[in-house]
């Protein structure tokens, strides 16, 4: 079809449904993102840090945490305790994340990590 556009809108969101949140505060390092789907442990009573291997996951940054300061800067949320999330947006400190990973999640803090296939249709 000549003179017609196509393009792609992307609307994936991590949280599926029956999300459960707690308010607390998390530590990001100067001119830094945390990507949504991070998963996070204990740093502390109210404090998250980003987890690695081996950490005994507490929850998931529900959305991008940038601090575009010169310095660390400890930046306030509500993380994602429980619910269904989208599994290919959940990560270990970047990387994707194994089966084991996410029956953890679901074992120890409720979160279900979900596949999940995108599905649209265009119009004649």
């Known amino acids: 079809m000549s003179g017609v556009n196509f393009g792609t809108t992307e609307s994936k969101a991590l949280q599926l449904g029956n999300n459960k949140f707690e308010q607390g505060t998390i530590s990001v390092a100067a001119k830094a993102t ?3 789907g991070t998963i996070l442990k204990r740093d502390g009573d109210k404090k998250f840090a980003v987890a690695v291997a081996g950490d005994a996951p507490v929850g998931l940054v529900p959305f991008d945490m940038v601090n575009d300061k010169d310095a660390a800067k400890d ?5 994602i305790i429980g619910g269904e999330v989208r599994r290919d947006m959940v990560n270990l400190n970047g990387a994707p994340i194994t089966s084991v990973i996410a029956d ?7 979160i279900i990590a979900v596949d999940t296939t995108d599905v649209s249709r265009v119009s004649p």
């Open 34 to 36: 945390v990507k949504a």
């Open 75 to 79: 930046l306030g949320f509500r993380a």
């Open 104 to 110: 953890s999640l679901r074992d120890r803090c409720g």
